[in-house]
């Protein structure tokens, strides 16, 4: 069971530093001074739509990851009632990391600087959303009723779509003066933290 306790642990880590972030925007004073140029450099998204992509990704996984420990924990002897409850946190979860990659393509890197972080993103929930459909396929084929359902469960996944990872993403972008207050203004962000605070009682 190590490896299912460490992914709980992982998860409930992921929720509780998340649900933690700040809220406060600080105060904007940005201008909006970006030079008119003939450049075919493409223009800066927009900070909050950026960061309102990421974050509509990251709640379902996160939030998935809490139901996941509470699904296990209420169906630790029904393993047909288990299976069933992670194929939809699986599917629903698959959809919301495409979804969120798209998103990521079609708003744009915040700037020139962030270029390298917006890519990085775009890989993450790429490779999630992979994850995520090779894991349900592979969770399809096992029988709900053979006596090592759980251990042959534990075996699966890799590391592509560990709730940590997101969560490390949200702390790093909510401590970086470039983006704190985006995170703090984005609707999904607040949306996120809302779900998450329910969850888990705070």
Partial sequence: ???RLRFVVACTGAALALAGC???AAPSTQKSTAPTTTSVTPPAADPVKWAGAFCSGTTPVLTGAVEL???AAA???NPPALKEGMLKILDSGSTALADAEKKLKDVGAPGPEAQALHDEL???FGDGAKEYKSVAEQVKKID???PDFLGQVEK???ESADPSKFSEQIKKLD???KYKDAIAKAPECTEMRTKLGKLIGQ
């Fill in 1 to 3: 069971m190590n490896a």
């Fill in 22 to 24: 700040s809220n406060s």
């Fill in 69 to 71: 420990i509470t699904l």
């Fill in 75 to 77: 169906n630790s002897q």
């Fill in 122 to 124: 775009i890989k993450m």
């Fill in 144 to 146: 709900a009723n053979a």
């Fill in 156 to 158: 699966i996944g890799g």
């Fill in 175 to 177: 401590s970086d003066p």
